[in-house]
C-alpha cells in the first residue's frame, strides 16, 4: 500500500524516518525486485519526498546493506538466543537434527529476503567496486558466526571433528545452497538435511 509523498516534519525523530524508509525498500524490492526498483518509488511507498530519501540514502545499494545488517543482527541475536536456552554440554543426535530443523524452517519463511540476497549477491561479484563493500560485510557477518559455533563447540567440550570457522562455513554454504533450491521448488528440500550434515561434522553417533 502506497502513502502519499509528504515532507519530513521537524518533529518526525531521524531514526523513525530511516526505519519507514527501509521498510518500504525492503517491500518494493519484494515487489518489484532490486533491479526493477527505483528510489522515487521507495520514498512513495514510505510516504516521503524523494528528497527525504537521498538525504539519508545514496542509493539503492545503501538501502540494501542497511538492510542485510539489519537481516545480520536478526540472525546473531537469534542464534545467540537458542544457545542462551542450550544445554551445550548435550550435543547429540537429537539436538543436532533440531538444530537443522530450525534452520530450514527459518530459511524456508524467508523467502523475500532469500530472493533479494541472491539478486544483489549476483550484482555484487560482477561489480569489482560494489564487491568490496560486499565482501567486507560478508567477512565481518562470517566472524560473528564463527565466534558463536566456537562458543557452542567450547560448552560442548567434546571436542568435534571439525573447527568452529570451518563448520561455520559448511552449513552457510549449505543454507544458501539450499534456499536456491527452496526458491525454485518450495516444499523440495528435506527438513532433515542440515541437521544431517551436522550430526556427520560433529563425528556425533547415529542412532541404531
Known sequence: MNFVPVPINRRTPRAEV??????????????????GAT???VAATAGFTTGALYSNFTN???LFFELFDREVTGRIAAVRAILGQADLTVINEATALAAGQQ?????????????LFTEFWLRAVRDDQLRERWVEKRRDYHQQLTELADEALTGWGAGAAVSARTLMFTILALNNGLAIEELADPGSVPTDTIGTVLVRLLGLRRSA
Do not use: H
Request: no cysteine; charged share 25%; glycine share 2%.
Open 103 to 115: 534452520l530450514t524452517a527459518a530459511m524456508q519463511q524467508s523467502r523475500e529476503w532469500q530472493l
Open 39 to 41: 528510489m522515487q518509488q
Open 60 to 62: 539503492k545499494d545503501d
Open 18 to 35: 530511516r526505519d519507514r524508509l527501509l521498510q518500504a525498500a525492503s517491500t518494493v524490492f519484494a515487489e518489484r525486485g532490486f533491479a
